[in-house]
């Protein structure tokens, strides 16, 4: 028996690694075009598998990203393995991170993270001076970002740029934010500001139990009949 699973974690151990050894995470070239409608297929798919909403994008709207060397996308073996986009907002004031996602494929592999800093980084790179933040009901994205640095934060905090919330239209959540103008839904806002010092230990670690009863009571708060 202790051979049969030593055997299974040889295994997995070297799944593993040679799933890190081939995935690459660069910045979109035109090469990458052609991965826009799977980009837009998986994020609508897992959207539904959460059950969770998710402001739409066009296979169009992803490539103009791509075109414009704002978006950040993971290969394995030249294959569709994971991606996510940067928006500005007020003149480059505030960026934000969208449509972080990973291939089914190459899930469970701490990819999502791997992603995740690379286009923060990246981010910081383009736009020195901005303020990034984000909105979710993901407590996986919760997790990275507050490992990043971001603080939750209100509404107020974010940008003020309609466009940005004009994109949340499409979201299944869409009349609970229009119901309470723009200051509140079932996600959390989240900011990072190059300006402030990281404090170490963060003063507001991550607590999945804390963010996961917040989540619930909005949800009852919203949602209910």
Known sequence: MQLVQNKLLLFHLIQNSTL??????????????????EICDTIE?????RGTGI???TPEYIQKKMENKDAIIALADGKFAGFCYIESWEHGKFVAH??????????NHGLAKKIKSKVFDYSL??????????????????KI???LGYKPVPFSELTTDPSFWKGCQTCTNYEILKSKDNKMCLCTGMLYDPKEKPKDPPKHPFNVKVLNRLKKIKEAL???K
């Open 145 to 147: 970002n507050s490992d």
């Open 222 to 224: 919203f949602l209910k």
């Open 98 to 107: 969208s449509g972080l996602i990973v291939h089914p494929d190459y899930r």
């Open 125 to 142: 790179q383009k736009y020195p001076d901005a303020k990034v933040f984000g909105i979710t009901t993901g407590l996986a994205v919760m």
């Open 55 to 57: 402001a739409k994008r």
């Open 45 to 49: 798919t897992s959207a539904k598998l």
């Open 20 to 37: 890190e050894m081939n995935i690459k995470i660069v910045v979109t070239q035109e090469e990458h075009y052609k991965f826009a409608e």
